[in-house]
């Protein structure tokens, strides 16, 4: 798994963690907005990483660990912000269970679980979230100006 990382002498901390069918640069609006002030760090999750083709996605479980091991051994404890959507908001869910790293905030933006329905129907749902996703990453940019001046992360944007 690659980790990108912006604004990494800044005191806060904030992880991103993106959703399925899109690759790590879903939140590329986002980092020139918290770079300035937050140290970002963004995991290209195996499976959705350009860097590291040949990888292929494990799971939610195995995937929380190994963001959570990276953490703690970059001496990185506690965040700020803790942010996933859909498969993203799924890792986010487990890492909180794991209680490995301490999170001050959380944002679980529509965390999935396993369906146990038939195969068709679920490739539907994978359409409509990608959809779902793909405008959210261009309405995305005002809900996250919202959060932030709100938790006072940003300075004025």
Same mark, same amino acid.
């Given at each position: 798994? *690659? ?16 959703? $399925? ?7 590329? &609006? ?11 760090? /963004?995991?290209?999750?195996?499976? &959705? ?6 990888? !292929? ?16 051994? !970059?001496?990185?404890? *506690?965040?700020?912000?803790? &942010? =996933?959507?859909?498969?993203? =908001? $799924? ?10 790293? *301490?999170? !001050? !905030?959380? /944002?679980?933006? =529509? ?22 996703? $793909? ?6 940019? $005002? ?9 006072? /992360?940003?300075?004025? /944007?």
């Amino acid at each position: 798994m *690659t980790i990108h990382e912006y604004g990494k002498s800044n005191a806060k901390t904030v992880v991103l963690v993106h959703p $399925s069918v899109v690759m790590w640069d879903f939140f590329e &609006y986002l980092i020139p907005l918290l770079e300035k002030d937050c140290h970002v760090i /963004i995991p290209a999750l195996p499976g &959705y990483d350009e860097n590291d083709s040949q990888q !292929n996605f494990t799971s939610v479980e195995n995937i929380a660990g190994e963001l959570a091991e990276w953490l703690v051994k !970059n001496k990185i404890t *506690t965040i700020d912000v803790l &942010y =996933g959507c859909s498969m993203g =908001g $799924s890792i986010v869910l487990r890492m909180l269970a794991d209680k490995k790293i *301490t999170v !001050n !905030n959380t /944002i679980c933006d =529509g965390g999935i679980t396993p369906y146990q329905i038939p195969w068709l129907l679920t490739r539907f749902i994978a359409v409509k979230d990608f959809l779902l996703i $793909s405008m959210g990453k261009i309405g995305g940019f $005002s809900f996250w100006k919202r959060c932030l001046q709100q938790m006072n /992360i940003a300075r004025k /944007i």
